[in-house]
């Protein structure tokens, strides 16, 4: 009974530690050196917005992308995931009516990138606003695989709007996935990708477009985990091996 026990303590904090992952709210910077530190800055550095315009969605901070290039980048490391279990979202401020392009994205690189993001380029998902479309909705985009940038129309998709909205996309754990883009709650497209794509490594987060933008954005709560199918599946696995032992 007790290796029963240790057995099941076992997966729940398998399963446990799946859900951490990566997250940051940008609130443990004291300043914009501190942030730059963690953070690699693109063209222009995305700004630490401290003074609390437009309210955050966690006080006190935000990143802001203003009309220049700017965008900020990190490695996650062991908190990388596959595309086919994709969970990414984050709160997007958008500034302004007009099209413009400011978004965020996951990628993988073969290597580390430098100044051009370009080096063993792999696949990038991204959603946001994009003015390559005419449009009066949000934009994802699929890279490789897909048809780049799209409209994320879908009937009950929000038309843009000034303010805050959540973006998020999410894998459903097939070994050929179908990633859905939302936008706050709503889909806006599914996207059927093969088994090769969804064996990708998501392994680099961007936070703004890196490219100049008619309109400005500010970014809150990014987060990156394993989409909730695939904690499901870790426990029910659990589950199995629990059974098997007893019996």
Request: charged content about 15%; hydrophobic content about 45%; cysteine-free.
């Amino acid at each position: 009974m007790r290796k029963v026990f240790l057995l099941g303590t076992a997966v729940l904090a398998l399963t446990a530690g799946a859900q951490a992952a990566f997250f940051d709210n940008f609130d443990s910077y004291a300043n914009q050196a501190a942030f730059n530190a963690v953070w690699t800055p693109g063209t222009a550095a995305m700004t630490l917005d401290t003074d609390g315009s437009p309210a955050p969605q966690s006080s006190p901070n935000t990143i802001a992308q203003g009309l220049d290039a700017a965008a900020a980048f990190r490695n996650l490391g062991a908190d990388s995931v596959q595309l086919r279990n994709v969970d990414f979202s984050f709160d997007f401020y958008d500034g302004g009516a007009a099209l413009g392009r400011t978004y965020a994205l996951l990628a993988s690189y073969g290597s580390s990138p430098t100044a051009s993001r370009e080096e063993g380029l792999n696949q990038i998902i991204a959603i946001g606003k994009y003015n390559g479309l005419a449009t009066t909705k949000y934009s994802g985009r699929i890279a490789f695989g897909s048809i780049n940038w799209f409209n994320l129309d879908a009937p009950t998709s929000p038309d843009r709007s000034v303010g805050w909205h959540t973006m998020r996309i999410v894998g459903d754990g097939a070994p050929a996935p179908t990633l859905t883009f939302y936008v706050d709650g709503k889909i806006g497209k599914q996207v059927t990708l093969t088994q090769a794509q969804g064996d990708v490594l998501m392994n680099w987060v961007q936070v703004g477009s890196n490219l100049t933008s008619a309109t400005t954005a500010n970014f809150d709560n990014v987060s990156v985990t394993p989409e909730p199918a695939t904690l499901g599946f870790l426990a029910l696995a659990g589950l199995a091996m629990l059974r098997r032992r007893r019996a």
